[in-house]
């Protein structure tokens, strides 16, 4: 279960928006689940959307590629080995 949302962004968007408390909690969770979609689920996810519209691999290839250039999408989980090649090279 992910921990709840920062309070100080939910009272920020209660502020702003004039949702309850538990409307902008929830709002905040719907965004942050969206972004952790893991990213090979994301092009899986999105192949078969454009698929189904009858787009074909190459265009659909290049629109993901775009697309995942301004996304914010999940990080792979990494073992602690690739983390720490990560930091140390």
Known sequence: MPPPPDPVLVDRIVTSTGLTAAEAARVVEDVIAFHAEPLEEYVRRRHAHLKTYGAKNPEIFARIAEELAGRV??????????LRRLVYG
């Open 73 to 82: 999408v999940a990080a792979p989980e990494l073992s602690e080995r690739q």
